[in-house]
């Protein structure tokens, strides 16, 4: 007879959580010679039967209570092994928030992790204890991190989320290669820096340049080791996001018209070395200075060669300056005299270093309008060491309309010391002028054998360490920021001048210019009209420069009965648009008014013409130069600048001035119509006399024989049908 089959008790009824090896479960049997198949075993987890026992062994994989049940086989009676296991549930990977890498001035970054259990848990790696659904892990060190987290009420362990925060993106300058920034394999790892890029340039290593022309350089932070050495050649541009650091014994030198740009607001640190050459120079020259450092650099130890008496600032009214101990302050303008050294004839350029911290972010500088208009004025200037866009500064600062400040008149004059000092006072037309219609330089007389050269006109670029003079219209700053900084690479950041090609659209604006002077052999001074758009016929700030600097020799035109060096008009420009001119002379003689240059319209089929009033007469300036006779003094009543010859009876429609020949030779005067019989002729000297006429001629041709001079004339024709012809002949 068979006994039945029997089993002893589980070794344990365990409870473990998911993914956790079973530790073995045994079962004793007797009769049996096998078992069948495990019945509610945890997924993972199976049973096998050897030498009377029952084990039960695997890694579940799911969670809940099982109940098993094993078949006996081989003895008699139908008995199942039975016991139970119960898997807990794993706590769910934390997931991923926001992770913050590395930057060039913090060298961890963090990472936020949300999904956790709802009470208290454990994170690793680090054990790191806490409650609720998210936390913040800081600082997380670069590199790759697998966390999990354990349920502290379940014990269990979720599974793994990594994270990477990377090493950051710094470059360190080697020089293994070349000495030039743009070569890959001088930097490591390889590759040239970027704008996202922490440079280094370490201690006793080649130095380092910014090369070739008109190339721009980008970094996100800059940091200058003590021996490390770094120069921007000229023309070159040094782009920094963030701070620039030059620890004691580094070396950061930005060559004459190089430019360091930053792009935000950060406090740099150390000393660099800006160096600026002068504009052709003589001795007694004022240069209007701005320093685009900071620190203890005095007066006279930039310029220690010039007289220290003659170091001053301008703030409506000259002020004189302790060289000596006065050090440069942010956006403030000085006039320093030339070097001692210096020639009083040949003009030269001199080169100044400039020492310091680099300036960068939001400078204010504080103005108060004078209560001498004519003097209302303050001597500031460019306080970065890059070129500034004189646009963006007007629009930020014109009074009115400002968008950061609205104290000033919105136009710029800048010095030129292009003649030389004359019985101990210097020529005020030298000051050129410059706002949003465009800009107005400075020249000598047409026989003049003085002056520098420096008649270049100033345009929307300020160089770096330039100073200028504003108008003041109201109390409080005129404000410079980062965003004034240029980094066009078109424009090279070289003396203080620099010519562009006109356009017909500048910043956004229509532009159509005529530039006239007036000269005589000695003096010379140029006036700007501008048919610009959003400008006005009236007086707008930004677009119409006041003309509060009048030399020798003035030319300007009027709004009512004020006077401007530049004015801006509305587009459309009509051909019926007069505009009244004026002009200052201290001496009787002649004047020449000429065309300086056009652009936008202009530079097409349009005329312009000037209009004499005191000799009834319209002369092309597109043509010829106007040169008239005058006495001393100021007259605003005699010019106009017009575009046709419509009015005053001189109708020009179909320009039947090119069908009139007037030449001269032999002192006799020939006047030919090719299109219509001459009816009568009019003949005026310079100063308006009339010194020929005659009313009954009705012919094609007439000859001239009786007039006995020699000199610049005036001849008016007019014709049968009523047209009239006026053009100058200087008669030989």
């Given amino acids: 007879m068979t006994p039945n089959n029997s089993f002893g008790p589980a070794s344990s009824n365990p409870t473990l959580c998911v993914n956790t090896i079973l530790t073995a479960i045994t079962l004793s049997t007797t009769t049996a010679t096998g078992i069948g198949a495990a019945i509610s075993l945890p997924t993972g987890v ?5 030498t009377n026992t029952i084990t039960i062994t695997g890694t579940p994989t799911v969670a809940g209570v099982f109940n098993y049940s094993i078949p006996l086989l081989g003895g008699c009676g139908n008995v199942n092994a039975t016991g139970t296991i119960t898997i807990k549930a794993l706590p769910t990977a934390p997931t991923i928030g926001n992770i913050t890498q590395p930057t060039c001035t913090t060298s961890t970054g963090s990472v936020v992790l949300n999904g956790l259990p709802s009470g208290s848990w454990t994170l690793n790696p680090g054990n790191i204890p806490g409650s609720g659904t998210s936390t913040t892990i800081s600082p997380l060190a670069p590199g790759t991190t697998d966390f999990t987290v354990t349920d502290v009420v379940s014990g269990c362990t979720s599974l793994q989320t990594q994270v990477i925060i990377s090493s ?4 360190r300058w080697l020089g293994t290669t070349s000495t030039d920034w743009f070569t890959d394999s001088n930097w490591l790892p390889t590759g040239v820096p970027d704008a996202n890029t922490c440079v280094l340039v370490p201690t006793n ?17 800059l940091t200058i080791a003590d021996g490390g050495k770094l120069e921007v050649n000229s023309g070159n541009t040094l782009v920094v996001t963030n701070i620039v650091t030059v620890d004691t014994g580094g070396t950061l030198k930005l060559q004459n018209s190089a430019n360091l740009i930053q792009i935000n607001n950060s406090i740099n640190t150390g000393t660099i070395n800006v160096l600026r050459d002068t504009a052709p120079i003589i001795l007694n020259d004022y240069t209007y200075w701005s320093s685009p450092t900071s620190g203890s ?25 302790n060289a000596s101990t006065a050090v440069f302050e942010k956006g403030i303008g000085y006039a320093i005299l030339a070097p001692k050294v210096i020639s009083a004839s040949a003009p030269s350029s001199i080169t100044f270093q400039f020492n310091g911290t680099p300036n960068n972010g939001i400078v204010p500088v504080s103005v108060t309008p004078g209560s ?5 004025t303050k001597l500031i200037g460019n306080p970065y060491p890059s070129a500034l866009d004189a646009d963006k ?27 030389p000092l004359s019985a101990g006072t210097y020529p005020q037309s030298d000051y050129a002028a410059y706002n949003l219609t465009g800009g107005i330089g400075t020249g000598i007389g047409t026989t003049s054998t003085t002056g520098t050269g420096n008649s270049t006109k100033p345009t929307r670029w300020i160089a770096s360490g330039q100073g200028f003079e504003v108008e003041t219209k109201a109390n409080g700053n005129v404000t410079f920021t980062n965003d004034m900084r240029t980094i066009d690479i078109n424009y090279i950041n070289n003396n203080f001048y620099k010519n562009v090609n006109n356009a017909n659209i500048e910043n956004g604006f229509e532009k159509n210019r005529i530039w006239l002077n007036l000269t005589d052999d000695k003096n010379f001074s140029q006036t700007l009209i501008g048919y610009v758009e959003t400008a006005t016929n009236d007086y707008d700030p930004g677009f119409d420069g006041a003309y509060i600097r009048i030399g020798k020799n003035g030319f300007y035109s009027l709004i009512g009965n004020k006077i401007f060096t530049i004015q801006g008009r509305a587009l459309p420009l009509t051909t019926s648009d007069v505009v009244p001119l004026g002009y200052k002379t201290e001496s009787k003689g002649n004047l020449t008014i000429s065309i300086d240059s056009i652009d936008g319209l202009f530079a097409g089929n349009q005329d312009i013409f000037i209009e004499d009033k005191l000799l009834n007469t319209i002369h092309n300036l597109k043509a010829a130069p106007y040169t008239f006779a005058t006495k001393k003094g100021t007259f605003n009543d005699r010019f106009v600048l017009r575009y046709s010859k419509t009015n005053l009876g001189l109708n020009d ?9 007037i030449s001269s030779k032999n002192e006799q005067i020939k006047i030919q119509s090719t299109v219509e019989n001459i009816a009568k002729v009019f003949i005026y000297d310079m100063l308006g006399k009339t010194i020929y006429k005659n009313l009954e001629i009705d012919q094609r041709q007439i000859l001239i024989s009786d007039l006995k001079t020699q000199q610049v004339l005036i001849i008016k024709i007019i014709l ?5 012809v006026t053009e100058k002949l200087v008669n030989q």
């Fill in 46 to 50: 199976s049973a096998a039967w050897a």
């Fill in 168 to 171: 950051g993106n710094s470059k």
């Fill in 205 to 221: 290593v080649v130095t380092l340049y910014i090369s070739g022309t008109n190339k721009t350089a980008f970094a996100n932070t």
């Fill in 297 to 321: 650099q005095t007066l006279l130890e930039f310029s220690p060669n010039t007289n220290p008496k003659y170091f001053l600032t301008f703030s409506n009214g000259w002020q004189f300056l």
């Fill in 372 to 376: 001498n208009s004519a003097l209302s």
């Fill in 393 to 419: 500064f007007i629009l930020a600062n014109r009074v009115g309309l400002g968008t950061l400040s609205q104290t000033i008149s919105g136009t710029l004059y800048f010095w030129t010391h292009n003649q």
């Fill in 653 to 661: 429609p179909n320009n039947i001035s090119s069908n009139v020949i």
């Fill in 720 to 724: 049968n049908n009523g047209r009239i």
